[in-house]
């Protein structure tokens, strides 16, 4: 039960504020008052708001995107400087009531398994600028701080590398649903040979995450038909079985949307 | 705290707590429009307000964060009771059935409308994404925002929302304005939370966390002395007797096999102990300070596991009956600890051996019908359990008011809640009335007294205002689902496709008590066998407790299941005799003039007859499936479909039936009087839960005394003020509720005619009501108003007032012709449902594009089904996914792409105008015209349901 609602003025403050025990950042929404309900009851004393310290801003910085943590994903979904697999991964959050208020930052911090949005941002080499108390920004490979999460993150700087080919993918029961496991890779295209392939994977890990094993099947190789992927990715996947589905069907489906994403990326614009 | 914003384009300054969430703030100053269906998981979206302009779920955010912000709630747009054009808009496209979602449709529509004017259809639905809804299936939200939109600019637009019936008839047939949907579109108090007052206490009740176990020790005294807190109980001190929650006319073909407060515990959420408090707080905590010892026992969570010998024994009590003797061989002497069980009439039952009740019966020589066979298969199918989720979870608010217990209660029966609390409380019934209130869904959940017996025991002891309401959790868990039903079909046919035997072996899981037990189950043959025409046919039904979550009436009762498991068999058996599904359904349905033997063998706990159908409308509604789908030409390609070429297409069509209330059963009655202006009071004793009743039985009033809609109003459901009804389950609403209506309404005319006979001096025969409420003679008139006036006013009459009874013998069947054409991803196991057409008789449609309604919700909740739904369970009997997020009811992402209803009306010679039944016959459609289709896409039977893309891979061999 939350006792004690703080508005910072700075993030110095905001960073006081969240060192007391029990404390948490709402910059948004937050999915996690509802703790007993769900049979999880959460520990929160005190919500931090932080909404309004944080960039919310979605723009071209030279040869990189800039993506505030106080971006909310509908207005990631529809800001014209981010390129179309971000936008979609973007719209795939749930619903519009929840996209309006659910932040980037918000959505990396909460650094669930299902994220939607999280593997493009792995496959794209997004970096974290992120903040701890007492000292400045720093930076940071998303991947690093995804994990081991400290601090705020701040924002993030996505490289747009030209001829990069990049897709996401996302496979749940219901449009709605939390994903049962999602995708994000980029690569290029040298004559027929796939270079510098990331590909990250949620559903597959406590966190979504980048999975080097995968890449290593067809870096330097020409892409292979979508049948022969899905055999040699199924392998290299583990999940649980749990409400949304078998280990089996989990690994089969990831396969799938990988297997997908590389026949299915475009070039960024 | 303080916070400052704007509400409604006024400045506020609240006091809030901080840990208080916007929700809870608005609700708590009166802004009762911002519901709550999901406790603050943000996936219902019912407490949407627009926050500086955008929608957002009010439960996921603190008031604090509103400081400085503008809050809009539908209330702004409510204004002076006014509507806005997209609230009118909602109304003439019947988008407002229980009208819980209503106000957050209506604000995600203004928001939409606000950005893109004349938005696209995907723009519709992603404005529409976040609000759920179960009852309208979302299709009619698209014309309401066609309507909203054109209005902006030209007020005057109109468009029919559904074809029009019965010219002969000014109302009947038409659409009008449901008679609720103002003030539900306005948000204004109309549910059982909106009538709590501040100071009411809270009940809250500790749930088993085993799914089967005795208590051995409760300590209560710890809670009972924590402040705030009024009572406490448990099973040492709640009324000692047993009772069935089952809303069904009195004696229940349910046993009374449920205590209060039961001395074993039978699923995980039973009642274990309850806690009365002056704040939620108080009795969170005081919930906590109670200490438990359980007994574990070894749960009972299947069927299988209920049949194995020496099973767990669910109940152990003893076993009587009111009227007539056990079975043979069954055991009736109990542990000595348990819970007795009274039978009120056999149902060949043996609890001790889980069997809570058994009936087998058929028509006709098996051996020889099947020794006739060509051809015969045999195939298993199996159903699992579903939630009906109204988005209005259980609630009842009851207090003491003039020395009488009132309970305001969200039921779908009023009268049984009556009975069946004033029996659990041991006081007579003229000490209690119940009221029932607008209803944010029932579905046949709420036909069970789920809450209403706790909260009156609690307010008639303590003399408090008693709150209950179940959250989603509990609503899930300890609420009511569809039973699980496993079915075997065995069929014989010719090589023609002339069926010589059908055998149907069902065996359903009734969960720890055994409300409905038989009658579920047995639906699902009563409305799936006297579809076919054959002669050697039988059934066997059982029905076995077991420790999972209770079960009980659902929309279609048990219909969806064996119509799935029929319905899908017959199609396995044209694919057996390479046949197409349609050519062998065509060969053995039901037609005009049928005789339907089978009817003997179910009489619902009576001896049946045999019937013969006058005019059935399937051949009809085949035809027009066929035709839109192309039928006799070849399936389209994934191509044609803008898939790629990972994708299947495959079509499936069904027919199917219901009934229409229970004949020689069940009974309805209206009064309606007239009042001194010359308009009506209609007193109905249905309980519209959001299907349109109200209107139904306006609509009676308004046609029959020549009045307008406006010139109608009603009260229904009110056991003090209107009469007895038997409550609105089976199909019944329209056929007993609307037919009680009629025969009041035309006992009124008589009795006006009659008396304006005298003051015009003219035979009655000369006279006749005329539009605008004028009785005409041959040469006088006088107007219903002046009638009323002189009536009340002593000219020797009294207030002139109609009653109507209605009961009846006659088996109104609706029929139904479904049509599905999908897509099955052959990589992935997906289904995309790409078409589906929903061809219905349900007699003449007394409002056409409610109706409509009606069969969209209905189908949108068997696609959910079929496809995503399933209640899980661990292997300890502990539900897994009791919220929103985890149990996935279809958005309005689901919709097919081409959804379409058409109204086939066959007029029955009972009905009001002809009027059948309309909402349950829909849910029987879907599951086996889906299944079908997967296997015409990909050659994969699919007989356990949901159909989830790991069955549909598996079903193909493929995982």
New interface residues.
């Given amino acids: 039960m939350v006792k004690d609602y703080v508005k910072p003025r700075s993030l110095d403050e905001a960073f006081e504020a969240l060192a007391m025990p029990g404390s948490i950042a709402l910059a948004g929404g937050t999915f996690a008052l509802i703790g007993e309900v769900h049979g999880t009851k959460a520990d929160i004393e005190r919500a931090v708001d932080i909404g309004g310290l944080l960039s919310e801003a979605v723009e071209r910085r030279g040869s990189e995107l800039y993506v505030g943590a106080g971006c909310s994903f509908q207005a990631l979904a529809e800001a014209p400087a981010a390129p179309a697999c971000l936008r979609a991964a973007a719209l795939t959050m749930a619903n519009r009531n929840t996209r309006n208020r659910a932040t980037v930052g918000g959505n990396l911090g909460a650094n669930k398994s299902c994220a939607s949005l999280v593997p493009i941002l792995l496959a794209l080499g997004a970096q974290a600028e992120y903040k701890l108390r007492d000292s400045g920004p720093r930076h940071i490979a998303l991947e690093q701080w995804l994990a081991a999460p400290q601090g705020l993150v701040l924002s993030l700087s996505i490289p747009i590398v030209s001829g990069t080919r990049a897709a996401s993918g996302r496979a749940s029961r219901t449009s709605c649903d939390l994903a049962t496991a999602t995708v994000g890779l980029a690569f290029r295209l040298e004559g027929n040979a796939v270079r510098d392939l990331r590909v990250a994977l949620g559903g597959f890990g406590p966190h979504a995450m980048l999975f080097p094993a995968i890449t290593a099947l067809f870096e330097g190789k020409s892409l292979p038909p979508k049948a022969d992927i899905e055999k040699a990715v199924e392998p290299l996947l583990s999940a649980l079985s749990d409400k949304r589905g078998g280990a089996d069907y989990k690994k089969r489906r990831g396969a799938v949307l990988v297997a997908d994403a590389l026949h299915a990326a475009e070039v960024l614009a | 705290?303080k916070v400052n914003f704007t509400l409604n384009g006024r400045a506020v300054a609240w006091n809030v707590e901080?840990?208080t969430?916007l929700l809870e703030a608005l609700r708590a100053k009166g802004i009762v429009s911002v519901r709550n269906g999901c406790?603050?998981?943000?996936?219902c979206?019912l407490c949407?307000v627009l926050?500086d302009g955008?929608?957002?779920?009010s439960?996921?955010?603190?008031a604090?964060?509103a400081?400085g912000r503008a809050v809009l709630t539908v209330d702004h747009f409510s204004k002076d009771r006014g509507l806005s054009v997209v609230q009118q808009a909602l109304i003439d496209a019947a988008c407002v059935q229980c009208g819980y979602c209503t106000p957050a449709v209506t604000l995600?529509l203004h928001e939409l409308l606000e950005r893109s004017p004349e938005p696209s259809h995907d723009e519709v639905r992603?404005?529409l994404?976040?609000?759920l809804c179960r009852c309208t299936g979302y299709e009619q939200f698209y014309n309401a925002a066609r309507i909203a939109s054109k209005r902006l600019k030209d007020p005057s637009y109109a468009e029919a929302a559904a074809p029009e019936f019965r010219p002969d008839l000014r109302h009947v047939g038409k659409d009008r304005e449901k008679v609720d949907a103002a003030a539900l579109a306005r948000g204004e108090r109309a549910f059982v939370e909106d009538r709590v007052p501040a100071d009411a206490c809270h009940l809250l009740v500790l749930g088993s966390p085993h799914a089967h176990a005795f208590i051995k020790k409760i300590d209560i005294s710890k809670a009972e002395a924590m402040p705030g807190v009024v009572k406490v109980l448990c099973k040492d001190n709640c009324p000692d007797l047993v009772y069935t929650t089952a809303g069904q006319g009195f004696p229940e073909p349910s046993p009374h096999d449920q205590r209060m407060f039961p001395r074993k515990l039978r699923y995980v959420g039973d009642r274990v102990a309850a806690v009365l408090a002056e704040s939620l707080e108080e009795a969170r905590a005081a919930l906590a300070a109670i200490t438990v010892e359980y007994e574990i026992l070894k749960p009972v969570l299947s069927i299988a596991d209920a049949k194995a010998p020496g099973a767990p024994i669910v109940h152990h009590g003893d076993v009587s009956y009111v009227v007539g003797e056990p079975p043979a061989g069954s055991s009736v002497k109990g542990d000595g600890r348990d819970d007795p069980i009274i039978y009120q009439f056999p149902l060949h039952a043996d609890p001790h051996r889980n069997l809570a009740a058994s009936v087998s019966d058929g028509i006709g020589d098996m051996d020889q019908g099947f020794a006739a066979a060509d051809v015969v298969i045999e195939r298993r199918y199996k159903g699992n359990r579903v939630q009906c989720t109204p988005m209005e979870p259980h609630v009842a608010y009851a207090k003491i008011d003039g020395g009488r217990l009132v309970i305001h209660a969200s039921t779908q029966v009023p009268w049984h809640v009556r009975r069946i609390v004033s029996r659990v409380i041991g006081i007579s019934e003229n000490k209690v009335r119940i009221i029932k209130e607008r209803m944010g869904g029932g579905f046949g959940a709420k036909q069970d007294i789920v809450v209403e017996d706790l909260a009156g025991y609690l307010a008639w002891t303590t003399g408090k205002g008693v709150f209950y309401r179940y959250?989603?959790?509990e609503e899930f868990a300890a609420s009511r689902t569809r039973h699980g039903m496993e079915i075997t079909v065995k069929l014989g046919a010719k090589k023609d496709g002339t069926l010589t035997a059908i055998l149907m072996r069902l065996d359903a899981d009734t969960g720890p008590y055994g409300q409905h037990c038989l009658t579920v189950p047995m639906n699902a043959i009563s409305k799936s066998l006297p579809l076919l025409l054959c002669d050697n046919a039988r059934f066997e039904v059982k029905s076995y407790y077991t420790n999972l979550s209770p079960a009980g009436a659902y929309q279609g009762y048990g219909a969806p299941k064996g119509s799935f498991a029929l319905q899908t068999a017959l199609a396995e058996l044209a694919a057996e005799l390479g046949m197409d599904q349609l050519e062998l359904i065509e060969k053995n349905r039901v037609r005009s003039g049928s005789r339907i033997e089978i009817l003997r063998s179910l009489g619902e706990g009576r001896p049946g007859s045999p019937v013969t159908l006058g005019e059935c409308g399937l051949g009809d509604m085949l035809e027009r499936g066929k035709t839109a789908f192309a039928w006799d030409k070849a399936k389209p390609s994934a191509k044609d479909a803008g898939l790629s070429e990972d994708w299947k297409i495959g079509r499936g069509g069904v027919i199917i039936q219901q009934g229409s209330g229970l004949p020689g059963l069940d009974a309805a009655n209206a009064e309606i009087r007239l009042l001194a202006d010359g308009t009506l009071l209609m007193l109905s004793g249905g309980a519209d839960l959001g299907t349109g009743l109200d209107t139904v039985t306006a609509k009676a009033a308004a046609e029959i005394m020549g009045l307008d809609m406006a010139d109608v109003s009603v009260i229904s459901g009110d056991t003090d003020i209107t009469p007895f009804d038997k409550g609105a389950y089976a199909s019944s609403g329209t056929y007993f509720s609307g037919n009680a209506a009629v025969r009041a309404a035309e006992d009124l005319r008589d009795k006006c005619l009659a008396v304006a006979s005298g003051i015009l001096g003219e035979a009655v025969k000369d006279l006749k009501i005329a539009h605008r409420g004028l009785i005409k003679g041959k040469r006088g008139e006088i107007s219903l108003a002046k009638l009323a006036h002189l009536a009340i006013q002593g000219e020797g009459h009294h207030e002139l007032s109609g009653h109507g009874n209605f009961k009846t013998d006659h088996a109104a069947f609706p029929y139904g012709a479904h049509f599905a054409q999908l897509a099955v991803n052959e990589?992935?196991?997906?289904v995309k449902l790409l078409r589906f057409h929903a061809y219905q008789d349900c007699g003449t449609p007394i409002n056409p594009a409610l109706a409509m309604g009606q069969i969209y919700g209905g189908v949108m909740k068997a696609v959910g089904h079929s496809l995503?739904e399933e209640l899980?369970f661990d292997d300890e009997g502990r539900p897994?996914?009791t919220?929103f997020?985890?149990y996935?009811i279809?958005?309005v992402?689901?919709l097919p792409d081409d959804f379409r209803v058409e109204l086939v009306p066959v007029a029955d010679e009972v009905g009001p105008f002809g009027g059948k039944s309309v909402s349950e016959i829909a849910l029987n459609g879907a599951a086996p015209a889906i299944a079908i289709a997967i296997h015409d896409a990909v050659g994969a039977w699919c007989r356990e349901w949901p159909f989830?893309?790991?069955r549909v891979?598996r079903a193909m061999g493929r995982?």
């Fill in positions: 705290m901080p840990g969430t406790d603050g998981e943000g996936s979206g949407a926050l955008k929608q957002v779920n439960c996921q955010l603190l604090a964060q400081q995600a992603d404005a994404s976040g609000t959250d989603r959790r990589r992935t196991g997906e995503y899980l897994l996914n919220n997020l985890d996935k279809p958005s992402f689901e989830t893309p790991e891979l995982l």
